[in-house]
């Protein structure tokens, strides 16, 4: 039983990961808090899907077509798709219809279905069609600036482009980095202090929240299929402190 997962960094600046997945013998998973818009095409038994995934505040479990191969991309936090904003997806994502293993349909158009290796290509034709767009305050608060609006502005705007308030995209990507340095080896104690949680108990309950793991389970690889793709092992990360963000519970299906 596996999730066989493998992702790449996309050469886009709309684009976070790409990413592929091959589901032996599972029919479930555990899902993975996320914070990013994306597409995902999969094909089973013959027929081909495609749904949009919006971002997820908390771990749980979800259903996996079992037997499926899967494309994803995840496109780069801000990324919204103009007839379905992070804003108003549900939990899980919403299926696109008439879905052939040429083509699905979005926003009115029918389009190609890439594979891995055309990812880029496909978000660029979306791009140059105003399906997929971004807003420039919140583009300027990602690149570390400060537009010229009021800070109750900037958080209202950041809402509606990604789903979540400033704080929880804080708390999730801290969490996820947290859970890949565990998978690769480094000790919870150095994770602790790099990542900038008061204690282990503060990311013990971080992990438990987002990524439905404990750190012990995260280095042996137990618990399961999960939503995250933890078999590359990487080298330790640079030296880098986030900044702290409330702890609040964040359910990242891979599919509808």
Do not use: N
Not at 62 to 81: D, K, N, R
Not at 124 to 138: I, Q, T, Y
Request: proline share 6%.
């Amino acid at each position: 039983m596996s999730l066989s997962f493998e992702t790449r960094h996309a050469d886009s600046s709309w684009v976070d990961v790409v990413w592929t997945c091959r589901s032996e013998r599972v029919t479930g998973m555990t899902s993975v808090a996320g914070v990013r818009l994306g597409l995902v095409f999969w094909e089973q038994g013959g027929r081909a899907f495609a749904g949009v995934t919006g971002p997820e505040l908390r771990a749980g479990t979800a259903a996996v077509p079992e037997g499926a191969v899967f494309t994803g991309i995840e496109f780069a936090v801000g990324t919204s798709l103009r007839a379905v904003p992070a804003s108003v997806l549900g939990e899980g994502g919403v299926a696109l219809p008439d879905t052939t293993r040429r083509t699905f349909r979005l926003d009115g158009g029918r389009w190609e279905t890439p594979g891995a290796d055309d990812a880029e290509a496909l978000v660029e034709r979306l791009v140059r069609a105003g399906v997929l767009v971004r807003d420039p305050v919140v583009a300027e608060v990602l690149r570390g600036g400060r537009p010229d609006v009021s800070g109750r502005t900037v958080e209202r705007r950041f809402r509606a482009a990604t789903g979540l308030t400033r704080g929880a995209v804080r708390k999730i990507e801290r969490a996820r980095a947290a859970a890949e340095s565990l998978a690769a080896g480094e000790p919870a104690a150095d994770v602790v202090t790099r990542l900038g949680y008061f204690d282990e108990p503060h990311l013990a309950r971080a992990l438990r929240a987002c990524v439905g793991r404990t750190a012990g389970q995260l280095r042996e690889g137990a618990g399961g299929p999960i939503a995250l793709d933890l078999q590359k092992r990487p080298e330790r990360p640079p030296q880098r402190r986030l900044e702290r963000c409330p702890d609040r519970r964040p359910d990242q299906r891979l599919t509808s």
